[in-house]
C-alpha cells in the first residue's frame, strides 16, 4: 500500500500514523479494508497498484505442485483419476499440488506419466 500513499491524498494519514494503519481491517463483505468512517480503501484498488511484498521465490516442491495441477487441469481430470492413473494415493497428489508434499523424482515421474507428459531436468 505504501506505493499508494503518494497516490491518493485521503491515505496520507496511515503513512503517518501506525496505530490508525494497524487499526484497519476488511470489511464484511469482504471487499476492501476500513479503517474509520472517514477513511477505506475498496479491495479492486488495492489489487490492481498495490505490490506484493515481502513474498520469496516459490520453493522447488511449490513449482513442481502448481505445474502438475496446471497440467492436471488442462487435461480436465480430477485428483481422483490422476490417483487411480498414477497409483498414488490421492491425498499425496493434494499435498504435492499444495506444494507441501516432498515427492520422490520417481513419484513426480509417475504422475507427469500418468498424464501422458514427460519430464527432463535441466541443469544450468
Known sequence: MAKMFSKYPQLKELKTNRELFESGH??????????????DFDAMSIYEEGEVVGQDEPTINQQIGILIAKTREELNITQTELAKLSHIDQGDISKIEK?????????????????????SLILS
Open 26 to 39: 476488511l470489511d464484511p463483505g469482504g471487499f476492501g479494508i476500513i479503517w474509520n468512517d472517514e477513511l
Open 99 to 119: 506444494g507441501i508434499g516432498n515427492p520422490t523424482l520417481s513419484k513426480i515421474n509417475k504422475i507427469f506419466s500418468a498424464m501422458g507428459k514427460t519430464i
